[in-house]
C-alpha cells in the first residue's frame, strides 16, 4: 500500500472531522481499542458496508448504504496515522465485518512498510482506521461469528478458510483452517455468516475463470468439502468477479429468511439481491438492489 501524495491536502479537514480512537503505541503504530463501539455502526439502523476493489492505482474505499433503498450513503478513504502524525491512507481492502457494533476491516499484503494483512477498526463516518491486530497473511472477505466469537474468512480470495480470534491478545491469534473441497473448478471469491431459522452457517459465493454465473455454498466451519446450494443468475454473469456477499436478516422478501447481497463485477452493475431460503433452489434468480457504479470486494450488515 502506497501514501497518495495527493491527498496531503485532506489531511486537516479529515482530523478536524475524526472522532477520537482511543489508543496506544504498539511497534509505532496506532493500535484500537477493539471494545469502544463505534457510534455510527449499530443494529439500530438498516446499514450495509462494504469495501471496493483495489485496481489500477484506484484506492480501495469503505461505502456505507441504506439497507432499505440501496442508496451509497457515504465512502470514504481508510486512512491510519503513522509515527509522525501524518495520515497513511490504506489503498488495499480486502474485507468489512460487523463486530459489537464496529466496523472492521481487513488490509492486503504490500512489501514497502509495515501496514501489510492488517484488521482494523474503522469510523465509517471519517475512515480513521486504528489497528487491531496484524497477520502474517492476507486475510479476506470476513465475516463475525456471535455465537463462537470468531472472524472467518478466506484466504486472499482462495479456496483455504480462515479464522482470526481473540485468545486473550487483542484478536491477535490467525488459524488457518483448511482447504474447502469440492470446489468443481470454482474459486471461493465471497464469504458471509447467514443467520436464519436453521441456525448459523458460512456461506460463500464461487466463481470460474471460464466464465458462468456464481455459484453459492455451504462450507463446515472447520473447512473440508462444501455443500452446493445454488446457481446465482443476475442480470449479467459473475465470470471469475470479486463476488463479495453478504446477508442480512432484513433483506429480500418481507417475511421471508432475508436476503443476500452479492456483487456483479463490474463498474456501473452494482449489487443484486436474492432471497434467502432454505433449501435454495438449483437455480436462484437475483435482481438490482443497489450500490451502482462500484466494484465491491466484500460486503456486512450491521444486523446481527
Not at 469440492?182 to 464469504?191: D, E, I, Q, V
Request: net charge negative; proline share 5%.
Amino acid at each position: 500500500m502506497k501514501r497518495f501524495s495527493y491527498f496531503g491536502a485532506l489531511a486537516i479537514g479529515l482530523f478536524a472531522a475524526a472522532l477520537a480512537f482511543q489508543s496506544c503505541q504498539k511497534d509505532a503504530l496506532q493500535v484500537a481499542n477493539p471494545n469502544v463501539p463505534n457510534t455510527q455502526a449499530d443494529d439500530r439502523a438498516p446499514l450495509i458496508y462494504g469495501v471496493s476493489v483495489f485496481s489500477a492505482g484506484t484506492p480501495s474505499e469503505l461505502y456505507t448504504l441504506d439497507g432499505g433503498t440501496g442508496a451509497i450513503l457515504n465512502n470514504v478513504l481508510v486512512f491510519v496515522t503513522d509515527p509522525s502524525g501524518a495520515p497513511f491512507f490504506l489503498n488495499d481492502l480486502k474485507g468489512v465485518c460487523i463486530v459489537h457494533d464496529q466496523v472492521w476491516v481487513t488490509t492486503g499484503f504490500n512489501a514497502v512498510d509495515a501496514y501489510s494483512n492488517l484488521l482494523l477498526k474503522v469510523d465509517p463516518a471519517t475512515g480513521q482506521g486504528g489497528i487491531i491486530s496484524r497477520s502474517d497473511q492476507t486475510v479476506s472477505d470476513i465475516d463475525y461469528d456471535e455465537n463462537t466469537n470468531a472472524i472467518f474468512g478466506l484466504a486472499n480470495n482462495t479456496n483455504r478458510l480462515m479464522k482470526i480470534t481473540d485468545v486473550g491478545n487483542n484478536w491477535g491469534t490467525y488459524t488457518p483452517v483448511g482447504n474447502i473441497l469440492n470446489m468443481g473448478g470454482y474459486t471461493a471469491k465471497g464469504l458471509t455468516m447467514v443467520r436464519d431459522a436453521a441456525g448459523d452457517r458460512i456461506v460463500i459465493a464461487a466463481t470460474i475463470a471460464a466464465g458462468g454465473n456464481a455459484r453459492v455454498l455451504s462450507v463446515p466451519a472447520g473447512a473440508g468439502p462444501a455443500v452446493f446450494l445454488s446457481t446465482i443468475i443476475p442480470a449479467a454473469d459473475l465470470a471469475a468477479g470479486h463476488c463479495g456477499i453478504g446477508f442480512d436478516i432484513d433483506l429480500g422478501t418481507p417475511g421471508g429468511d432475508g436476503g443476500v447481497l452479492i456483487n456483479r463485477n463490474a463498474i456501473g452493475m452494482g449489487l443484486n439481491i436474492f432471497d434467502w431460503a432454505n433449501p435454495l433452489a438449483a437455480v436462484t434468480p437475483s435482481a438490482f438492489w443497489g450500490g451502482k457504479d462500484v466494484n465491491f470486494e466484500d460486503l456486512s450488515s450491521d444486523i446481527q
